[in-house]
């Protein structure tokens, strides 16, 4: 499994704070995921890097920004937390096309529960 | 609507019986991910299949891709506790492989011993 962690894990936050998740890899993948999970609504894209400093959005990025400065990391920051922002959020990386081997996939950290009060 | 719908939402099964949980597509698949989430933790890994027809299978976990590429189905043979969790399937709708995967809501298995 590659190397994946999700800083915090727990997070409980007010609204109006901001707030930075953090994503730590050690397998050198170039692609990196923040993902939301919410019931009903499955799991869902918010931002994407494929390489450092450069980023695009998903499905649900308003509200979000995320920052990626080296390849290891990947920071999602919610600038004024809403209640709407509640969420287990989700980190995933892939690696480089020419590295990619027919049965890889992305490969998923264990998540972060954020409560916005 | 939804792109990539799966049935059912939720199922609860006794120990040992058989289960089927369908993944479909709207549209034409490039390769059709199957992912376990275990309550509280991130996804695992199944297995991928790209090609009409493919089949694969993992211990007592078998999947299928349709010939049409628009259906996959995931099927678990005597079913264990073990085997309870999430399941979600992840679609490439771009050929890019797995870089841009839209998934599916997601199956809650719960298996009673």
């Known amino acids: 499994d590659a190397g994946i962690t999700q800083s915090p894990r727990h997070k409980v936050t007010e609204t109006g704070t901001p707030v930075t998740l953090r994503c730590h890899q050690t397998e050198n993948h170039r692609y990196m995921y923040w993902y939301r999970q919410d019931p009903g609504h499955g799991l869902r894209l918010i931002h994407y890097?494929?390489?450092?400093?450069?980023?695009d959005k998903g499905e649900v990025s308003d509200g979000y920004s995320v920052s990626r400065s080296k390849t290891e990391d990947f920071l999602l920051t919610l600038e004024s937390a809403t209640s709407s922002q509640t969420s287990v959020y989700f980190c995933?990386?892939?690696?480089?096309?020419?590295?990619?081997?027919?049965?890889?996939?992305?490969?998923f950290g264990p998540g972060t529960r954020l409560t916005v009060l | 609507s939804q792109e990539l719908e799966q049935s059912p939402q939720s199922l609860i099964v006794q120990e040992g019986k058989n289960l089927t949980i369908n993944c479909t597509s709207s549209k034409t698949l490039y390769g059709l991910y199957w992912y376990k989430q275990k309550y509280g933790e991130g996804l695992i890994f199944l297995m991928m299949?790209?090609?009409?027809?493919e089949e694969k299978s993992h211990e007592k976990i078998t999947a299928k891709l349709d010939e049409k590429k628009q259906q996959s189905s995931l099927h678990i043979t005597a079913s264990q506790p073990s085997h309870a969790g999430i399941y979600l399937c992840g679609a490439d709708y771009t050929g890019a492989g797995s870089y841009q995967l839209t998934f599916g809501k997601g199956t809650k298995l719960s298996v009673i011993p």
């Open positions: 995933a990386t892939a690696p480089q096309w020419g590295q990619l081997k027919r049965t890889d996939t992305q490969y």
């Open positions: 890097s494929y390489g450092v400093k450069d980023t």
């Open positions: 299949l790209q090609k009409g027809g």
